[in-house]
């Protein structure tokens, strides 16, 4: 039996990069296998209660454990693995921390419109949700490099996914959502040059995540 731990992942999934950092920032080695979310298999559905990535296994003297959901991947991992803290020690920033990495999940929720849309009413209207949001994020930010100052934390690990579809997405439309964002830019920039984040994803990835909105024929392509 494997004394590794798998993570089972998407190739495009920003919730899966969550982990991906979390195991990273650990210096946790961990198998990664990629699943074709329109053609599930199996064996993934027997062991993903709600047939979502990511998945995390953990061998176990009894057999494999599976945990799911993303958030609770990363807590496990911060209460298990040794390395760098990714959670402030203080319960009342710990809780704050948890606060922000649902509001992570929120912008997420907004950007699956904006990036899948057909129509321009609903990417005009989810353009403006996810400016309003990170606008908030702007008055949370201190004087960086990261969410929470010197200490790269899972709310980090939260946002660099969410940036990283920016780096395609800039390319394409002026969605002037970063505007006068100074902070919430230095943020990006910092967590584009971690070494977690950037091996979160494969090569292919702005190629795969093009190929994704193709297929959707999102309005983002048309959009001006
Ligand atoms: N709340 C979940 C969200 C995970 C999620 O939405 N994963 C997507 C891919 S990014 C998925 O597996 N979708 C497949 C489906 O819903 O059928 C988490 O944080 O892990």
């Known amino acids: ?76 991992l911060e209460e298990t693995q040794a390395g760098a803290r990714l959670h402030p020690t203080d319960a009342l920033e710990r809780a704050r921390h948890r ?16 990036e899948t849309t057909g129509d321009a009413e609903t990417f005009e209207q989810k353009r403006q949700a996810v400016a309003a949001k990170f606008a908030t994020v702007e008055t949370v930010l201190g004087d960086g490099p990261y969410f929470a100052g010197n200490d790269f934390s899972l709310v980090d690990a939260v946002f660099a996914p969410i940036f990283r579809y920016f780096d395609l997405f800039d390319t394409l439309v002026d969605h002037k959502i970063f505007n006068g964002l100074t902070r919430v830019s230095a943020l990006r920039q910092a967590l584009a040059e971690r070494p977690s984040v950037r091996k979160a994803v494969a090569a292919d990835y702005g190629e795969r995540l093009m190929v994704f909105l193709k297929q959707h024929d999102a309005y983002l392509l048309r959009a001006q």
């Open 99 to 114: 606060g922000w990495m649902e509001y992570g999940s929120s912008i997420l929720s907004d950007l699956w419109g904006f």
């Open 1 to 76: 039996m494997t004394s590794a731990l798998t993570l089972i992942s998407h190739h495009l999934c920003p919730y899966v990069q969550r982990a991906a950092i979390a195991l990273a920032e650990k210096n946790v080695a961990f198998d990664r296998i990629n699943i074709d979310l329109a053609a599930k298999p199996d064996w993934f559905l027997k062991i993903s209660p709600l047939g979502k990535v990511p998945l995390l296994q953990i061998p176990q003297d009894t057999g494999e454990a599976a945990l799911f959901e993303s958030s609770v991947i990363c807590e496990y």
